[in-house]
């Protein structure tokens, strides 16, 4: 079955740099690529997402690369805020899955 | 729009306790349903999933089982909770067509096993 990697498992920058999480994933037939945030005690919030027909996708601050012949995409945060700091997961789903397969997730700190 | 509720937001169980946790949708018909657990910690498991009324999945064997009375109701129990049953219990609710699709988070449920 789909196995999702998720790297690192903890991230932490400054105020207005950068942040990178990456994820792998093993069944190329996946074909739909979400990235949740998570706040402590809530559930977690789709922040973006990619299908495999897109290379690259972008909502203000936050950007998803997807490399399908690699089997891997990447979430990006430019101008990270102290808002920022959550734990972040990917998933992985396809039409022959029945649910989506998550990543172990990243916990993200911003310091100010 | 949609909604998702979970009650209750938190739970205190003895060990050898039953268990009955529930998950309603607002604002959508036929949802695929789903329970996941988050262990302090830890990532996400998927538990049962549903794509109709009495349509339950297992992913993981375990003490725990599922129910889907009505097309939006989707109920997590147990006879007899253990202690390795503790954790965050989060319902989810995704369209059924378009798989793949955006799986839409409730707000969780804290369960703590003594």
């Given at each position: 079955g789909e196995n999702v990697e998720q790297h690192p498992s903890t991230l932490s920058v400054q105020e207005g740099d950068s942040a990178v999480i990456k994820c792998t994933y093993?069944?190329?037939?996946?074909?739909y690529f979400p990235w949740y945030k998570q706040e402590l005690g809530k559930g977690p919030q789709l922040i973006i997402d990619i299908r495999s027909n897109v290379g690259e996708k972008k909502d203000q601050r936050i950007a998803v690369t997807l490399n399908k012949t690699a089997k891997h995409f990447s979430l990006h945060i430019t101008e990270t805020q102290p808002e920022d700091s959550a734990v972040y997961f990917c998933a992985a789903g396809n039409q022959a899955g029945t649910a989506l397969i998550f990543g172990k997730g990243t916990t993200l700190s911003v310091s100010s | 729009s949609q909604t998702i509720h979970q009650w209750p937001a938190t739970l205190v169980q003895p060990v050898g306790s039953p268990l009955s946790l529930e998950c309603t949708v607002e604002g959508t018909s036929n949802p695929n349903l789903y329970w996941y657990r988050q262990a302090a910690g830890r990532g996400l498991q998927l538990l049962f999933y549903s794509v109709g009324i009495g349509q339950i999945s297992s992913e993981v064997p375990q003490n725990l089982s599922a129910s889907r009375p009505q097309d939006r109701q989707f109920i997590l129990s147990s006879k007899k909770l253990l202690l390795s049953d503790s954790g965050f219990y989060l319902c989810a609710w995704s369209r059924?067509?378009?798989?793949?699709d955006t799986q839409y988070f409730g707000p969780g449920t804290r369960l703590t096993v003594l």
């Open positions: 093993s069944d190329s037939a996946s074909n | 059924l067509a378009g798989w793949p």
